[in-house]
């Protein structure tokens, strides 16, 4: 049982069923909770490595991504400035690991942090980058371990105003 500000919510595992990846929105009675009354990440029943997965946050979400599920994207798009907060992106790259990609990243002179995850695991961070001289101008060659996915996600971290944009280019391009 979870309680939100004032509101019970009862989450009931009875067995294998389908979850909806969909926030649940509204309101609370007299209570402001923003958005959304509770928002459950990318899943609410995951049968893979854990019985009940709520993501990355239970209340609201947070800034420019939280609990929204991550847009898809396919290698050699440019991938532009989701704003503030946190900003999460899946990116097929075509090929299962062991294979590297180059990262090419543009941060402005407001730093933020690019992180690339494989099968949950992160392969590669730049560290808060961008600054008035060189501007987080730059690439990387991220190297993914042997795997079974296809996909990496690529998570930017950023403060108020910030502005930023990179590409994953496919393996081998």
């Known amino acids: 049982m979870i309680a939100v ?26 209570s402001e909770l923003g958005d959304g009354i509770i928002d459950f990440g990318s899943s609410v029943v995951n049968f893979g490595s854990s019985v009940i997965d709520f993501g990355s946050s239970i209340l609201g979400s947070s800034p420019g991504g939280g609990g929204i599920v991550p847009q898809t994207q396919q290698c050699n798009e440019s991938t532009r400035s989701g704003g503030a907060g946190v900003t999460e992106t899946i990116h097929q790259i075509g090929r299962t690991g062991p294979t590297a990609f180059v990262l090419e990243h543009e941060t402005l002179n407001i730093p933020d942090l690019i992180e690339v995850f494989y099968e949950g695991a992160r392969v590669h961070s730049t560290g808060f980058i961008g600054d008035n001289l060189n501007e987080g101008t730059g690439s990387a060659l991220v190297t993914i371990p042997a795997g079974a996915a296809t996909s990496v996600v690529v ?7 910030t502005a930023w944009d990179y590409t994953v280019h496919c393996p081998g391009s």
């Not at 998570?155 to 105003?161: E, F, I, Q, Y």
């Open 5 to 30: 500000a004032g509101t019970a919510v009862a989450v009931v595992v009875a067995g294998p069923a389908v979850a909806s990846a969909a926030p649940l929105t509204g309101s609370a009675g007299s």
């Open 155 to 161: 998570r930017v971290t950023g403060p108020a105003d």
